[in-house]
């Protein structure tokens, strides 16, 4: 399975913007790319996934590479309850639907943010 | 609404005791799957359903038996519970068409003593 890196962590200040980079190298043509972010105490949320073109919806925006080895996940203005643990996972859609649950979740990059 | 919820939330248990967690949705979605999580090891897949009395292995299934006999309950069990088996369990589900979402309960803290 393709796998990715993140930092460890990251730091930011409220209403500023956060770029959350993650690299997956060994990414294949029909991985899609998937952010999930875990606030303390709670499960896992889903953010954003794209493909290869740049995605935004109410939360973030998806910004990936054009030899798609790479992405970045954009918080456009932090606020206090974006501090949470953020993963970026890769999700092959050649599995079909069970390949949604069938993630690797790595460590993901632990953002703070500051008031 | 949470459309997905997790029972108990809390539990302490006893090493060699059966534990049961149910997984309840009230979505009709039909994927639905099991997770543990531990410091230093993030999410890990413990078993995964595909639809009604049909199941599969995950990463770390050792321990661990599931069964669905209708699409609204996954229940994990552990047979005989362990130490190692101290975790926080998540349940999740996913509908199949492509959202690219799958959606979280919050989470059962069990503690084997």
């Known amino acids: 399975d393709a796998k990715t890196t993140q930092p460890n962590s990251m730091e930011s200040n409220e209403e500023e913007p956060v770029h959350l980079p993650c690299n997956h190298s060994?990414?294949?043509?029909?991985?899609?790319i998937h952010w999930y972010r875990q606030l303390p105490s709670q499960g896992p949320e889903y953010v954003i996934h794209?493909?290869?073109s740049n995605v935004n919806n109410r939360m973030a925006s998806l910004a990936i590479a054009e030899d798609r080895k790479s992405s970045t996940l954009i918080l456009h203005r932090a606020t206090l309850r974006d501090a949470a643990v953020y993963y970026c996972?890769?999700?092959?859609?050649?599995?079909?639907?069970?390949?949604?649950?069938?993630?690797?979740f790595g460590q993901g990059t632990i953002l703070t943010v500051h008031p | 609404d949470a459309g997905i919820t997790q029972s108990p939330r809390h539990k302490v248990t006893e090493t060699g005791t059966p534990v049961t967690l149910r997984c309840h949705q009230t979505e009709n979605h039909r994927y639905m799957y099991w997770y543990r999580q531990d410091p230093g090891h993030g999410l890990r897949l413990i078993h995964y359903?595909?639809?009604?009395?049909?199941?599969d292995k995950g990463e770390v299934s050792d321990g661990y038996s599931v069964s669905r006999s209708k699409t609204e309950d996954f229940l994990l069990t552990l047979e005989s519970a362990t130490s190692s088996q101290t975790s926080v369990y998540f349940c999740?589900?996913?509908?199949?068409?492509?959202?690219?979402?799958?959606?979280f309960g919050e989470g059962s803290r069990l503690t084997v003593l």
């Open positions: 060994t990414i294949s043509g029909t991985d899609y």
């Open positions: 996972i890769l999700r092959d859609s050649n599995a079909g639907g069970t390949s949604y649950g069938k993630l690797t």
């Open positions: 794209g493909l290869t």
């Open positions: 999740a589900m996913a509908g199949g068409k492509n959202t690219g979402e799958l959606f």
């Open positions: 359903s595909y639809g009604v009395k049909d199941t």
